[in-house]
């Protein structure tokens, strides 16, 4: 049980950087694990980052490692992705989304893995 809310998405030139949040309402924010999904017009919703429930793990998909990064602040419940040097294939509607899991260092990266997700936040980036 945990409410998932995006914010910081907005427009950038190509080459920008841009860091998104998400504000968990579950005060227990450390028992879950935690990812970023993004989806693009007319395409299946794709992985991005996950992180595992203290942030001692971290996943990425291949199209944004060395470029995105996600880091956890357990005492805000909030999670972040922070994203450089973007590129135009970088626009999307990105997702945050939750699992309650009792194994403290996997990092899901399956859609279907996780049970709760925010709303979305549009991220355009312009070439």
């Known amino acids: 049980q945990v409410q998932l809310v995006e914010s910081g998405g907005g427009l950038v030139q190509a080459g920008g950087s841009l860091r998104l949040s998400c504000g968990a309402s579950e005060g227990t924010f450390n028992n879950y694990a935690m990812g970023w999904f993004r989806q693009a017009p007319g395409k299946e919703r794709e992985f991005v980052a996950a992180?595992?429930?203290?942030?001692?793990?971290?996943a990425y998909a291949d199209s944004v490692k060395g470029r995105f990064t996600i880091s956890r602040d357990n005492a805000k419940n909030t999670l972040y992705l922070e994203m450089n040097s973007l590129k135009p294939e970088d626009a999307a509607v990105y997702y945050c989304a939750a699992v309650r899991l009792t194994i403290v260092f996997i990092t899901p990266r399956r859609k279907e893995d996780y049970d709760y997700w925010g709303q979305g936040t549009q991220v355009t980036v312009s070439s």
């Open positions: 992180i595992s429930r203290s942030g001692g793990s971290t």
